[in-house]
């Protein structure tokens, strides 16, 4: 405040008064972009439309605050109603325009009455006042900034810039009055001369070059034209192809769009951004967020937002032969000298950011992904132990299974056996009472045992094979089992009849083969010949035996290994 003058001063109180207020910073801020005017202070306040609504907002930065950069635009300001008349005329017009509409059509058919008749038509105070005027009618779709381009580049006779594969390098940083000779040595060559080069315009909507703005930090450039306006020929053909102006834009990474105001998205564009007058040519970039209601130190924490930073509308050349508003000249001057200087430290800024969030996010994406591998390995392990522990489990359960197993079939044979013992023995003990109340007997058989041993005995022609058998089988009985412990009754009830032989084979009929019972067979010493049990069989019906003989005694299954002999006998032996 100390550095002002009485002027400025004053101006500052007149503005805060407009305001009710506010940040002295900003103020003063906007009244030095617009050369201390109030009125143009205010209107900028209060009437600027902003693309920021357009934008979402983006991680603030504490950065120095600009303001919006809308003079020198090479052109003289012009009054302006106050931002509340012009309010609140345009609110009305649409229902001032209703209401007069059937005056107007009303005037129209006196007048062509009066001038079918010949009748001068009287002039009366007013009476060329029209409160009617149609509402201006909106341009339809044209093919949009693609055609715009094209035919641009068909008048001009020139290519973009980022079609021509012109390498990407450094602007000067400063500019002179004339184009000067071109930077741009690596263009490619269709004939003698250069090819003309024009900025490299982004097809697609005006909205979405804000969002590429936005979001790649970039300063934009918008340019747009009208066709019934003279000057726009010459601002293609001079300004859009100047080199220095189109490698100023390219070196610096500046996005162009550019449209007709006859097409309906170039026509929004213009109303969005208050063009007037054409060619017209406007820079935006992302700014500080101002606000004139909060404090420099909250304007500095607010987002960002995409803002106007200048608008140049008008010829490109003055009638005094000197530069006009969008000269290649002027716009090279403003370019270095005001908008680069200007936003390229923010916008580094903007990129720095960006790339550490960038980093951050691959740093997170990295250690997630290192971490659910860590979290894939861990549980292939867990689940690969969980399934040999099952596999472990598996095994010793089925272990544990086929030993019980084996051992119940241990026992049920054990079982058996005892059981098949006890019939041995108690068929020992008959057998033997029967061989001592025997008759006389016709037939001798030398029976050769397992162990080596030989039993004869002396059998009747009508005794049964059943008979012999049990001979054989009591005269397997271990040494250890004493004669006189036999048992005196059979080991199960039910089969005694008064005849061993019925009763044995009666307990074989019941339950088990004749093989399963005797564990061994009978045969023929020489010539070998298998002499199997059957039931019911007289020992002189069998041809062999008719005479008598010398048998041997075959043990079958486990028996038959465990002695280790063939059951054979030799006539040396004998």
């Given at each position: 405040m100390s550095e002002l003058n009485a002027q400025q001063r004053q101006a500052?109180?007149?503005?805060?008064?407009?305001t009710n207020g506010g940040d002295d910073e900003v103020a003063i801020n906007v009244l030095e972009s617009v050369g201390w005017d109030v009125h143009r202070a205010a209107d900028l306040i209060f009437g600027t439309v902003s693309t920021s609504s357009l934008i979402p907002p983006i991680t603030p930065m504490p950065i120095q605050v600009f303001d919006i950069d809308d003079s020198l635009q090479g052109e003289q300001p012009r009054p302006r109603l106050p931002t509340n008349s012009w309010s609140l005329y345009f609110s009305f017009r649409p229902f001032l325009s209703v209401l007069a509409f059937p005056l107007h059509i009303l005037s129209n058919i006196f007048r062509?009455?009066?001038?079918?008749?010949?009748?001068?038509?009287?002039?009366?105070?007013?009476?060329?006042?029209?409160?009617?005027?149609?509402l201006p009618r909106r341009p339809v779709s044209r093919g949009g900034s693609d055609r715009w381009v094209r035919e641009l580049e068909e008048e001009t006779g020139a290519v973009c810039i980022g079609r021509a594969n012109v390498p990407r390098g450094l602007s000067t940083s400063s500019a002179t009055n004339s184009a000067g000779p071109s930077s741009l040595t690596a263009r490619p060559r269709v004939s003698s001369e250069d090819r003309k080069l024009l900025p490299d315009f982004v097809l697609g909507s005006y909205d979405e070059a804000l969002r590429t703005c936005r979001d790649e930090a970039r300063i934009g450039c918008i340019i747009l034209v009208s066709e019934e306006h003279d000057d726009v020929t010459e601002f293609k053909r001079a300004t859009l192809t100047d080199s220095t102006f189109v490698k100023l834009l390219y070196d610096n990474n500046i996005l162009v769009w550019g449209g007709d105001v006859q097409d309906q998205e170039a026509w929004s564009a213009a109303e969005k951004l208050q063009a007037t007058t054409y060619p017209f040519v406007a820079f935006l970039a992302l700014q500080p967020r101002r606000s004139p209601s909060l404090p420099s130190r909250s304007a500095i924490s607010q987002p960002p937002s995409l803002t106007v930073l200048s608008r140049h509308q008008g010829p490109p050349a003055s009638s005094t032969s000197s530069p006009g508003p969008t000269s290649a000249h002027t716009l090279i001057d403003h370019l270095t000298n005001q908008v680069l200087p200007r936003v390229t430290s923010y916008l580094e800024r903007i990129h720095a950011s960006h790339k550490e969030r960038e980093r951050d996010r691959q740093l997170r994406e990295e250690q997630d992904q290192a971490f659910n591998d860590s979290v894939r390995r861990d549980t292939e392990r867990i689940r690969s132990k969980m399934e040999e522990d099952r596999k472990e489990r598996d095994r010793i359960k089925a272990k544990k299974e086929e030993d019980e197993r084996k051992i119940g079939e241990q026992r049920e044979k054990a079982k058996k056996d005892a059981v098949r013992m006890e019939w041995r023995r108690w068929t020992r003990r008959i057998e033997k009472v029967k061989g001592e109340n025997a008759s006389v007997k016709e037939l001798r058989i030398s029976i050769r045992l397992p162990s080596g041993a030989r039993v004869m005995r002396m059998f009747d022609k009508s005794s049964t094979l059943t008979a012999l058998y049990i001979y054989v089988d009591t005269n397997l009985i271990p040494s250890e089992y004493n004669m006189d412990e036999d048992p005196l009754e059979p080991p199960e009830d039910g089969y005694w009849k008064g005849d061993l032989e019925d009763c044995i084979e009666a307990r074989i009929a019941r339950g088990v083969s004749g093989t399963e019972w005797w564990c061994f067979q009978l045969a023929l010493a020489y010539p070998r010949k298998e002499i199997p049990w059957k039931s019911g069989v007289s020992l002189g019906d069998i041809e062999s035996l008719k005479g008598g003989g010398h048998i041997v005694v075959e043990l079958l299954g486990h028996q038959a290994s465990s002695t280790g002999d063939d059951g054979y006998d030799t006539e040396d032996s004998e």
């Open positions: 500052l109180t007149q503005l805060r008064d407009l062509f009455v009066f001038g079918v008749l010949r009748i001068p038509i009287p002039q009366l105070r007013f009476s060329t006042l029209n409160l009617y005027r149609p």
